[in-house]
């Protein structure tokens, strides 16, 4: 039998939560409106995974991360991460979670950020390959146009986050 992981779902104002979380804090995020289709998904993600609700700080943990969405300027987002990602990604969510609740970056940003001026295309792909949105903020980045670029849980979401923290693009 392979690892276990916790899991637990929360609501928020933009949809439903799925927070999988090992022991040394949470592994993934996920969006949607179908609890079922979620727990699928995750299962697809982590094969040969236990997952076992409310385990591992799990339900703890989601109803930090939905504080988060519902309230990012007062909500605290200190929770604990076990993100698996290459060390360029790990690079750029670091870089990700210094940006304020209600202040967004470019991707040409990011990778200014990171020391790397010419890996705009990176720092967007490490940005869809999040494994932690809204905790590792990357709603917060957007296209030098000013357009919201891409997001996992959708546009309209990461639209309704940033007109939640009150961001200006």
Same mark, same amino acid.
């Given at each position: 039998?392979g690892? *276990?992981?916790?899991y ?14 090992? *022991? ?20 697809? $993600?982590f094969?040969?995974? *236990? ?7 799990a ?19 200190d ?13 750029v ?21 990171v ?31 000013? *357009? ?9 979401? $990461? ?9 200006r693009?």
């Amino acid at each position: 039998m392979g690892e *276990s992981l916790g899991y637990a779902y929360s609501d928020s104002a933009i949809g439903t939560l799925l927070v999988i979380a090992d *022991s040394t804090g949470i592994c993934q995020i996920d969006w949607g409106d179908d609890r079922t289709a979620l727990l699928e998904g995750a299962r697809r $993600k982590f094969p040969g995974t *236990s997952l076992v609700e409310g385990a591992r700080d799990a339900s703890s943990l989601a109803a930090r991360v939905a504080a988060l969405v519902d309230d990012a300027r007062t909500a605290r987002a200190d929770v604990p991460l076990s993100l698996h990602g290459t060390p360029f990604q790990q690079e750029v969510w670091d870089a990700l979670r210094t940006i304020p609740p209600g202040e967004t970056r470019t991707y040409a940003e990011v990778a200014a950020h990171v020391g790397r001026p010419t890996a705009y295309r990176a720092v967007a792909q490490a940005c869809a390959h999040n494994p932690a949105p809204v905790v590792v903020p990357c709603h917060r980045v957007v296209s030098s146009d000013g *357009s919201l670029g891409g997001f996992s849980g959708g546009l309209w979401r $990461k639209e309704a986050l940033l007109e939640r923290e009150g961001a200006r693009r």
